[in-house]
Nanobody, 114 residues
């Protein structure tokens, strides 16, 4: 069982930036592909970005070129740098170890509004 704590969200104007942090504990972190998901109230969670244990990354088309995912295995942490934010990015952001059935964390709210 892995526990995730997301942080770094907030209110930002369109075009602004935020850096999200996912801190993980409870298991060996470095072996897992990690992913960021986001969820609008009443909708299912959508995959935003992923990063493999070797650093390979992938992004949803909607965020490609604007978001950057990274990880620091020594710190059991995953990051999501979000630039050029749009109102459509407004959601609760969660991190997840892919291939596992751990409980979701509380997420961190990102609100992009004029």
């Amino acid at each position: 069982q892995v526990t995730f704590v997301e942080s770094g969200g907030g209110l930002v104007q369109p075009g602004g930036s935020l850096r999200l942090t996912c801190a993980a504990s409870g298991s060996i972190f470095s072996i897992w592909t990690m992913a960021w998901y986001r969820q609008v109230l009443g909708k299912q969670r959508d995959l935003v970005a992923s990063i493999g244990r070797g650093g390979r990354t992938g992004y949803a088309d909607s965020v490609k070129g604007r978001f950057t995912v990274s990880r620091d295995n020594a710190k059991n942490a995953v990051y999501l740098q979000m630039n050029s934010l749009k109102p459509e990015d407004t959601a609760i952001y969660y991190c997840k170890a892919e291939g596992r059935r751990d409980s979701w964390g509380q997420g961190t709210q990102v609100t992009v509004s004029p």
